[in-house]
């Protein structure tokens, strides 16, 4: 699932990305051929980001290096195994945004189904060599091939000027530009910059169909009133007139410069940022600050690589190991007579064929090898609840230890991590509580 959360957030910052620059550079463009490009190319470019991976060898100064921490377990004696950390919200963020986005998803397709229901079971007629659609459930428009008109809102004289209009939507694919938009809203609703693009696309459309309508010969004052009458008919000019019937009539009476080449080759290096950035894995950083060299007989290990091991059938193998440790872990008998209570760090590692392992001493992190420990595992406190237990400490140390070994040689193959695209080693380390109710 945090796989997801990845993919949306750089789409959207992608798609971000590329409406800024739409903004800034075809605002005031009459250049509608290249507007709808720009603004296409843009949309598959920003489904394409979040699936790329490019690799640049960079020298990158080394940071810190250092096992990964996974989110503690609890154990309860007589209880059931409580695992602790933020995962839940982070489960709920996602169930949410899936929930929200299945409902715009399935409202597209209703809306498909029913142009595709209507355009099926409406009157069929040939104007002028076109099959047009009669519905009075819809004004003039089109969707891929099939152009409906409402004869009740039509008149004769402004029915040829409609269908040209609506005959150049057919002609240049609008349709496709709508569904895409539709499903690029479906999966990123919460991004308003996603909500001014649609609207983007929709708007050039018109412009760019009422462009061709003029350049083909109709009288522009004749085609601006029945821009009017197909929108507001008799009623009040001063309280039907949208916005988008200003712009479409400004656009036809203003003479804007149409833009040149330059700003579509504007795409080139904004995609190129947005896949330095966002896709690229930086190796020179993983060099040097995710290898451990261990003694020279020993294979390299590492603590964080470019694809981190997962649990098989999960996205999210950090909590599918939490959950199978806390499913599958026992409080000690012995430990729960003699009332004692500790808390265990214990170390794992993934190896290049995917085994979970218990690592040598030699093998872990400089920083813990340096605590004086010997062991894999690490009782770091451990208090007797009752008085004049009769079991030495150090038994019930091992307890603790045992257990926890136990357990994690019970955990089944992951799939291996990998540098470079070679399978590796990669250690963890995860703090296990026990703690007596």
């Known amino acids: 699932m945090k796989q997801l959360l990845t993919i949306i957030t750089e789409l959207n910052i992608a798609i971000t990305f590329f409406f800024l620059a739409y903004q800034l550079l075809y605002k005031r463009d009459s250049n509608f051929n290249n507007r709808r490009a720009f603004l296409l190319t843009g949309m598959l470019i920003s489904f394409l980001v979040p699936f790329i991976n490019i690799h640049f060898n960079l020298p990158v100064q080394a940071l810190n290096s250092s096992v990964i921490s996974l989110e503690g377990v609890l154990i309860n004696a007589g209880g059931d195994p409580v695992s602790h950390g933020s995962i839940p919200f982070i489960e709920l963020l996602i169930l949410t945004y899936i929930a929200v986005s299945a409902f715009f998803l399935i409202r597209l397709f209703v809306s498909v189904v029913r142009v595709l229901y209507k355009a099926m079971i409406s009157k069929a007629t040939i104007l002028e060599g076109k099959k047009v659609i009669l519905n009075s459930d819809f004004h003039a428009s089109s969707f891929f091939t099939y152009i409906f008109m409402d004869p009740c809102k039509t008149s004769d004289e402004d029915m040829r000027i409609i269908l040209n209009h609506e005959s150049y939507h057919v002609r240049l694919l609008h349709s496709f530009d709508r569904i895409l938009a539709e499903l690029l809203l479906s999966i990123s609703w919460f991004n308003p910059a996603v909500w001014l693009l649609r609207k983007a696309i929709v708007v050039n459309h018109e412009y760019q169909a009422d462009n061709r309508v003029i350049e083909q010969g109709t009288d522009q004052v004749s085609y601006q009133l029945t821009i009017l009458n197909q929108y507001i008919g008799s009623a009040s000019i001063s309280n039907q007139f949208s916005n988008h019937i200003k712009n479409r009539i400004n656009m036809l009476n203003k003479k804007y410069k149409k833009g040149s080449f330059w700003k579509s080759s504007v795409l080139l290096p904004i995609s190129f940022v947005l896949f330095f950035f966002m896709a690229c894995s930086n ?28 649990w098989p059938g999960s996205d999210d193998m950090i909590m599918s190991v939490r959950n199978f440790i806390a499913k599958n872990l026992k409080y000690p008998e012995k430990a729960i007579e003699q009332g004692a209570e500790g808390k265990v760090f214990i170390h794992f590692l993934v190896t290049k064929t995917g085994d979970v392992v218990i690592p040598k001493p030699s093998q872990l992190p400089p920083e813990q090898a ?68």
């Open 283 to 310: 190796e020179g950083a993983s060099d040097e600050n995710t290898t451990k060299s261990a003694t020279p007989a020993e294979e390299e290990i590492f603590y964080v690589v470019e694809e981190m091991p997962q």
């Open 370 to 437: 340096d605590d004086g420990s010997e062991n894999e595992v690490v009782v770091v406190a451990y208090r007797p609840l009752t008085e004049g237990q009769d079991m030495p400490e150090e038994e019930i140390v091992q307890l603790f230890k045992d257990e926890s070994v136990r357990v994690l040689e019970l955990m089944p193959d992951l799939i291996p991590g990998k540098q470079r695209g070679k399978a590796v080693n990669v250690i963890f380390t995860m703090p296990i509580t026990f703690k007596l109710q």
